[in-house]
């Protein structure tokens, strides 16, 4: 099975926080608010789709009160509709991330709970499957048996979305199977540089093709020089 991630161009604001595990629900929003405040554009797009028609609210109004959670499926979607249709309206159904959440809600038990990472990819996997989508191209579909081995795996992670990259890979390199059999006869520090190194010269190449269009995506090309890859 071959793996095949694409550069997807995404909301550099919004990719910015959800990117940030060490702010809670409250401290995101605040973040948030400033980006919207300093980009014109977007100050423009939330007055335009996310004020009360009946009311003429500020910015501070508007994501005052906001959920995080809420904003970020609400700003999502805006996202999400804009991709598929060429426009933005203030009527995008919340049903568009529905995918994402549910890859959220299998994630859960993974990550630390300030982490929106497992978000993040569920947006840029939808992203990208509307590109494909538009393009022909067959669609990309996360194999059940990351979450098979994430189970085994048990302990939480702050970059959960880096984990199933490696591990999807693993999978469709090696097998579920023998990520669980290595898994239980680690004594390794370092698990999962040495499951890579487990790599032929031609799988190593293309997932550091796909991590590297992954990270350009969502503006992390830093995790890949501190990681050494």
């Known amino acids: 099975m071959s793996i095949q991630l694409p550069y997807v161009d995404m909301p550099k604001e919004l990719v910015s926080v959800l990117k ?10 605040n973040r948030m608010r400033q980006l919207v405040m300093a980009e014109p554009h977007l100050k423009i797009l939330v007055e335009d789709y996310f004020a009360r028609k009946e009311r003429q609210e500020t910015i501070s109004e508007i994501m005052g009160i906001a959920d995080w959670e809420a904003w970020r499926d609400r700003m999502s979607s805006i996202y999400i509709h804009r991709k598929k249709t060429g426009k933005y309206t203030r009527d995008a159904k919340l049903s568009l991330v529905d995918d994402i959440l549910g890859l959220e809600a299998k994630c859960r038990r993974f990550f630390v709970e300030s982490s929106a990472r497992a978000f993040l990819f569920g947006f840029y996997l939808t992203l990208a499957n509307i590109e494909r989508q538009q393009m022909s191209e067959p669609l990309i579909a996360l194999p059940m048996d990351i979450f098979r081995c994430l189970e085994i795996v048990s ?6 979305d880096w984990i199933m990259i490696f591990i999807w890979h693993y999978v469709a390199f090696k097998g579920a199977d023998q990520f669980i059999v290595r898994f239980k006869e680690q004594i390794e520090d370092d698990f999962y540089q040495t499951l890579y190194l487990e790599f032929n010269e031609m799988e190593k190449e293309l997932y550091i093709s796909n991590l590297l269009a992954y990270s350009y995506s969502i503006q992390e090309v830093d995790f890949l020089v501190n990681k050494g890859v």
């Open 20 to 29: 940030m595990n060490n702010l809670g629900p409250h401290d995101k929003m």
């Open 155 to 160: 302990q939480k992670s702050p970059d959960i």
